[in-house]
């Protein structure tokens, strides 16, 4: 791919004369400026989309797996600093996000497709800073009147501040200006991601069991929902090799929801109809938040996994962590079993030990991973159930 100088200069012209889309894609257009970016983007493999990209440094970076000692350091310190950017970009996702009142907010993974794509084998991976600003390129910001007057007469002015998402429409038309392949490898690795179909290449450990039965004879306290209970559940999830499908929460996957859920779902369960239809039918499914949701969910009299039952509604993974009372940053996460971990758009549950039982995805269903392997942002009490202390 050749791109000259004047058309770039001419295309950077056209866009940046867009009020809307200036503050969009201005930084991105930055960065696809520098020959480095182009060239050794497209040179890594990325323009076939996503099949063609290393799927090693896919899984490096946006599932965090670990680098073997025998990794070049050179390898190693482009990976660490993508896995970097990563967490730098989860965490101005989520802030941004916050500060949205209505619609859909940045779609993190979405961000990193782009950041990836962008950055990855280049000589100049952005620094945390920079990273916040190629985030904050993704949305304007507007200033909210919050004055009122009192009932004594007193104005008590004050004013908040709103993030507006840009058209990412137009995002991908920008970028498609430049080269056409540059938005199809975007978009292939985005929806590869997004649709849980990528490999994960750390520690993974299977369950030996099978069968569908929920055995609640461990449990401490059928009449609470509780954080020992919990994780009693996801480890019989994670024994029974419970599979992965969107938009389930621990039911028996017959066909007709099979059918239901990929008409719902055409990319994260359509595309997988028939690995889904050959692996998990008849058996147990779950997607990530629908784990702990199908344990809170449970009906221990009559066995069977609700809707939006005990008092735990049905909310995304990030809603469950916005909606957290108790939280942090991983690196404060204390060694209480039951606790959640979560990252933009996932999360699992943590069984002690260093480990984590998560849904992952459709390739590998409910598994047990380390939590040292992960890439988990944060940690969260869950907020639809007690915790009870236990002697690890």
């Known amino acids: 791919m050749a791109i000259t100088a004047t058309a770039v200069a001419k295309i ?12 969009g894609v201005g930084w991105i257009i930055a960065g696809i400026l520098s020959p480095i970016i182009v060239v050794v983007a ?3 493999g990325l ?3 996503a099949s063609e990209h290393n799927q090693a440094a896919v899984d490096l970076c946006f599932y965090g797996a670990s680098l073997t000692a025998s990794a070049p350091d050179e390898y190693r310190n482009h990976i660490e600093q993508m ?37 990855f084998g280049t000589d100049d991976v952005p620094s945390d800073s920079e990273v916040t600003a190629f985030v904050d390129s993704f949305v304007t910001y507007e200033e909210r009147d919050n004055s009122y007057t009192d009932e004594d007469g007193i104005l008590h002015e004050s004013s908040y501040t709103v993030a507006i998402p840009v058209d990412m429409g137009e995002v991908y038309e920008s970028l498609s200006i430049f080269d056409t392949t540059v938005i199809s490898s975007i978009s292939d690795l985005f929806a590869t991601i997004s649709s849980s179909g990528a490999t994960f290449s750390g520690s993974v450990l299977y369950g030996n069991g099978s069968g569908t039965a929920i055995n609640i004879s461990g449990f401490t306290d059928l009449g609470s929902k509780n954080n020992l209970d919990l994780v009693t559940y996801v480890e019989q999830a994670w024994s029974n090799q419970w599979g992965y499908v969107w938009g389930t929460c621990g039911w028996i996957l017959t066909p007709s929801m099979l ?4 008409s719902q779902y055409p990319d994260g369960v359509g595309t997988y109809y028939s690995y889904i239809e050959e692996n998990w039918l008849n058996g147990r499914t779950t997607d990530c938040v629908g784990l702990i949701k199908g344990y809170g969910w449970l009906d221990t009299d009559t066995l069977e996994v609700g809707y939006a039952t005990n008092g735990m509604p049905d909310v995304s993974a990030n809603q469950m962590y916005s909606n957290a009372t108790v939280k942090g940053t ?13 990252c933009d758009g996932h999360i699992g549950v943590y069984i002690g030990n260093g480990y984590v039982i998560e849904a992952m995805n459709t390739q590998y269903g409910v598994v047990k991973t380390k939590l040292s392997e992960r890439n988990f942002t944060h940690w969260l009490e869950i907020p639809y159930i007690n915790y009870e202390s236990e002697e690890l």
């Open 47 to 49: 323009a076939s989309g």
């Open 12 to 23: 950077a012209a056209t866009v940046l004369s867009n009020d809307k889309l200036r503050k």
């Open 259 to 262: 059918s239901s859920k990929a």
């Open 42 to 44: 497209l040179i890594c």
């Open 83 to 119: 896995q970097s950017s990563f967490s730098a970009i989860d965490l101005a996702v989520a802030t941004i996000n916050g500060m949205i009142e209505s619609g859909t907010g940045l779609d993190s993974t979405e961000v990193k497709s782009i950041f990836y794509t962008l950055y």
């Open 330 to 342: 991983i690196s404060t996460m204390p060694d209480t079993v039951g606790l959640a971990v979560w």
